[in-house]
């Protein structure tokens, strides 16, 4: 009988680490801006997931503008680096499969967070988010940068 209780115990310790380690997502993406076009960096989530990332931008030649949507600007001098962190908490439950893709957002069921770069030309930075019940306002986190450097987007998801 012990040994049955052993065993028990075994499976319901694997099976609970599975769900978990199935249910975390990490992110590592790597980009670079120029002078002669605004970039946007655009991060969003599934509601049912909680992100954190840490943006990492390092300037090469010239003073670079990070423009964010509630207005703020900050300008990182020649040859520095700038690094912030955003964190966007978990938000709603997702019942069933969903997806929704656009030029500047993929996300599904198998994809639950997501980053891109994109020029001004397809995103408009003053955009604001339609009505969704899979993917709200609070799913979503952009800003633009002006003048040439590199940026590193790395950090981890969780889907529960």
Same mark, same amino acid.
Request: glycine share 6%; charged share 15%; net charge negative.
């Given at each position: 009988?012990?040994?049955?209780?052993?065993?028990?115990?075994?499976?319901?310790?694997?099976?609970?680490?599975?769900?978990?380690?199935?249910?975390?997502?990490?992110?590592?993406?790597?980009?670079?801006?120029?002078?002669?076009?605004?970039?946007?960096?655009?991060?969003?989530?599934?509601?049912?997931?909680?992100?954190?990332?840490?943006?990492?931008?390092?300037?090469?030649?010239?003073?670079?503008?990070?423009?964010?949507?509630?207005?703020?600007?900050?300008e990182i001098p020649t040859s520095s680096s700038y690094t912030f962190s955003v964190v966007m908490p978990h #938000?709603?439950?997702? @019942?069933?499969? !969903?997806?929704?893709? %656009?030029?500047?957002?993929?996300? $599904?069921? *198998?994809?639950?967070?997501?980053?891109?770069?994109? #020029?001004?030309?397809? @995103?408009?930075? !003053?955009?604001?988010? %339609?009505?969704?019940?899979?993917? $709200?306002? *609070?799913?979503?986190?952009?800003?633009?940068?002006?003048?040439?450097?590199?940026?590193?987007v790395k950090g981890i998801g969780a889907g529960f």
């Amino acid at each position: 009988m012990k040994k049955l209780w052993i065993l028990l115990a075994l499976v319901v310790l694997i099976t609970t680490q599975i769900a978990i380690l199935s249910s975390v997502y990490p992110i590592s993406e790597h980009g670079s801006s120029d002078e002669s076009e605004p970039m946007t960096v655009f991060i969003s989530k599934m509601n049912y997931a909680s992100l954190r990332v840490n943006i990492d931008i390092v300037t090469l030649m010239d003073p670079v503008v990070l423009l964010f949507p509630n207005g703020t600007q900050i300008e990182i001098p020649t040859s520095s680096s700038y690094t912030f962190s955003v964190v966007m908490p978990h #938000s709603g439950f997702s @019942f069933g499969s !969903y997806s929704t893709q %656009s030029p500047f957002m993929n996300l $599904s069921d *198998d994809h639950p967070i997501n980053v891109e770069f994109l #020029s001004n030309r397809t @995103f408009d930075p !003053y955009w604001k988010p %339609s009505s969704d019940k899979y993917v $709200s306002s *609070d799913s979503m986190y952009w800003f633009t940068i002006q003048g040439p450097a590199g940026i590193a987007v790395k950090g981890i998801g969780a889907g529960f």
